[in-house]
């Protein structure tokens, strides 16, 4: 089956992407871990963490630092295990309001080698 670029409905995201998704909102570090490659980095708010341990710490931290809400807005395929989902964020974070771009890159295993978080 040839991946081709463009929207996509939520639901036909593939199952890592929307159990991540589940996971980071529920805030639940162990079932978002569990989606990660071992070698897996993760970028949110210019900085990289790489590998679980330090994935796992950046989990815990955004989990408690701010309370929000988020609103899937969007989904989009950019080719064989690329895709970007954007989420609607209210909470208690400075400005209260934004619109985040979550890039994921997929790995042979179809786990989540890469994650990058920005507006």
Do not use: C
Not at 34 to 52: C, F, K
């Amino acid at each position: 089956m040839t991946e081709h670029a463009g929207p996509v409905d939520a639901a036909d995201l593939p199952e890592v992407v929307a159990r991540y998704l589940r996971a980071h909102n529920a805030k639940d570090v162990a079932a978002a871990m569990a989606t990660l490659a071992p070698e897996a980095t993760v970028t949110d708010d210019g900085r990289t963490h790489h590998g679980p341990a330090a994935i796992r710490g950046w989990l815990q931290q955004t989990s408690t630092q701010y309370t929000y809400t988020t609103t899937l807005v969007g989904a989009e395929r950019h080719g064989p295990g690329r895709y970007t989902v954007v989420q609607h964020l209210e909470g208690d974070f400075p400005g209260g309001l934004v619109d985040l771009r979550y890039r994921f890159v997929l790995d042979e295993h179809g786990r989540i080698s890469q994650l990058v978080i920005a507006p």
